[in-house]
T-cell receptor
Framework: DADVTQTPRNRITKTGKRIMLECSQT?????MYWYRQDPGLGLRLIYY???????NKGEISDGYSVSRQAQAKFSLSLESAIPNQTALYFC??????????????FGPGTRLTVL | KQEVTQIPAALSVPEGENLVLNCSFT??????LQWFRQDPGKGLTSLLL???SQREQTSGRLNASLDKSSGRSTLYIAASQPGDSATYLC?????????WGAGTKLIIKP
């Protein structure tokens, strides 16, 4: 079984709808991240969480919110989806033994299309 | 602001050739640099991580080098195989964040 799972894997929705993307991990890591990837661009950090009580905004947090329900679960919400949020979304985890510089482990991604 | 660039955006080579992928970054104050592989539908897999104090790392047919002073890293793939076809991304740890290049899409022709 995969260590980092994302649901759904694909989603098509309409402008204005609320969408939640879910991420679960079995690696036992404290740190979790949400990124988006757009064609021709590198990944960009949306939010990150260093533990259940710690949530931080990344480079492009506007229009997004997150919830860290447990060590193993980190959800990303689009309160009112807009077409320029169409992208590939990745969840990642890392442990905290050496700080932020640890290797990150990625889920398979969620392809979101907003019409 | 740290920026990461990967050139070329795409590369196609015959099987068996050795090849080099390039990554450049604008701010030499980095903690480390990582190379990832991205396969469609399978997310990203870490290949090599080079700490800022290191010059290179090797794993099998892969060798990554780091020259902080010039803001460059290379990923060398020896004896390329069709299974190496993927998009290769580099990312630098800078200011407590991972800053990513856009990737090089590599196609190995049988």
């Amino acid at each position: 079984d995969a260590d980092v799972t994302q649901t759904p894997r694909n989603r098509i929705t309409k402008t204005g709808k609320r969408i939640m993307l879910e991420c679960s991990q079995t690696k036992g890591h404290d740190r979790m991240y949400w990124y988006r990837q757009d064609p021709g661009l590198g990944l960009r950090l949306i939010y990150y969480s260093f533990d259940v009580k710690d949530i931080n905004k990344g480079e492009i947090s506007d229009g997004y919110s997150v919830s860290r329900q447990a060590q193993a679960k980190f959800s990303l919400s689009l309160e009112s989806a807009i077409p320029n949020q169409t992208a590939l979304y990745f969840c990642a985890t890392s442990d905290n033994e050496r700080g932020y510089t640890d290797t990150q482990y990625f889920g398979p991604g969620t392809r979101l299309t907003v019409l | 602001k740290q920026e990461v660039t990967q050139i070329p955006a795409a590369l196609s080579v015959p099987e068996g050739e050795n090849l080099v992928l390039n990554c450049s970054f604008t701010d030499s104050a980095i903690y480390n640099l990582q190379w990832f592989r991205q396969d469609p539908g399978k997310g990203l897999t870490s290949l090599l991580l080079i700490q800022s104090s290191q010059r290179e790392q090797t794993s099998g047919r892969l060798n990554a080098s780091l020259d902080k002073s010039s803001g460059r890293s290379t990923l060398y793939i020896a004896a390329s195989q069709p299974g190496d076809s993927a998009t290769y991304l580099c990312a630098v740890h800078s200011n407590y964040q991972l800053i990513w290049g856009a990737g090089t899409k590599l196609i190995i022709k049988p």
